[in-house]
């Protein structure tokens, strides 16, 4: 298994709307956040900005109103930024998350399509996943500790790609 301590940015895109009934999923059209930058996850920082969300999130609870996954998915493009160079990606993550709690009260994550995670810590990466990924969430700190659990496809990583 590979352990990193990560964010997933596609659910950092933010959030609105009204919720749902309780035996009804709750829908909310995703919308972009401000840019923001990562130092740690490679050896020079990366703004991330959004340019394209066109997405939704879904809760979805069962009849006692208790939680059961959560599914968010859409069209994303994203840009990368090497802030020291300027040199700059722009990345199409239009990949699909679906969230499942666990007894222990993690989570696990099925990813489908393109996604990006990055890490600052234990092991820093930034890395472009087309395929499928399957990981284990728990909280740590602000961040999410991720273990990759199942990653097939293509791995690209975005360090090297920016710092080139």
């Not at 301590?5 to 829908?27: D, K, N, Q």
């Not at 995703?30 to 969300?53: I, K, Q, W």
């Not at 300027?86 to 199409?92: H, P, T, V, Y």
């Amino acid at each position: 298994m590979r352990r990193m301590t990560a964010v997933i940015f596609a659910a950092l895109i933010g959030a609105s709307g009204a919720p749902a009934s309780a035996s009804e999923p709750t829908h909310v059209r995703l919308e972009p956040n401000p840019s923001f930058v990562v130092t740690g996850a490679c050896t020079f920082a990366v703004e991330f900005l959004d340019l394209r969300v066109h997405g939704n999130l879904l809760d979805f609870v069962d009849k006692a109103g208790e939680f059961k996954k959560t599914i968010i998915a859409g069209d994303f493009v994203v840009k990368v930024t090497n802030v020291d160079t300027e040199r700059s990606l722009a990345l199409n993550i239009s990949g699909q998350f679906v969230f499942t709690p666990n007894a222990d009260n993690s989570m696990t994550l099925s990813a489908h399509g393109r996604n990006l995670y990055f890490t600052v810590d234990p092991n820093p990466a930034l890395l472009f996943q087309r395929g499928r990924a399957v990981l284990t969430t728990s909280p740590s700190g602000e961040l999410l500790e991720l273990v990759f659990t199942e990653l097939n496809g293509q791995s690209t990583d975005m360090c090297q790609a920016l710092a080139q």
